[in-house]
């Protein structure tokens, strides 16, 4: 089973910034396509970018310029970089790819996800 480890989150203050990693095993990130979710508290699940294997990347409205998702094949590592971080920005990060059909949902293979928390 391919399993996706997410690090990186913490506590900053709003304008601060924070890179998020995930690693995985059982698979090369020059194989299948990645991305991150967030979930803040009591929202649902918001797909925040995609990178697929060709390098071509996403992002969610608004957060682009801000957000920065990367791949390093060699450590077989994703990242996204949050930079000017704002209060709602605070949520759980995942790292997931998409289900064999190509879809971006919980039906995917997903981290277990790192706490992002911003304060005013």
């Known amino acids: 089973d391919v399993d996706l480890v997410e690090s990186g989150g913490g506590s900053v203050q709003a304008g601060g910034s924070l890179r998020l990693s995930c690693i995985a095993s059982?698979?090369?990130?020059?194989?299948?396509?990645v991305g991150w979710f967030r979930q803040a508290p009591g929202k649902p699940y918001q797909l925040v970018s995609t990178?697929?294997?060709?390098?071509?990347?996403w992002y969610a409205d608004s957060l682009e310029g801000r957000f920065a998702i990367s791949v390093n094949d060699v450590k077989n590592t994703v990242y996204l970089d949050l930079n000017n971080l704002e209060p709602e920005d605070t949520a759980v990060y995942f790292c997931?790819?998409?289900?064999?059909?190509?879809?971006?949902?919980?039906?995917?293979?997903w981290g277990q996800g790192t706490q992002v928390t911003v304060s005013s």
């Open positions: 997931a790819t998409p289900t064999p059909r190509g879809s971006w949902s919980v039906e995917g293979c």
């Open positions: 990178i697929n294997v060709y390098g071509f990347t």
């Open positions: 059982e698979l090369t990130f020059d194989q299948t396509n």
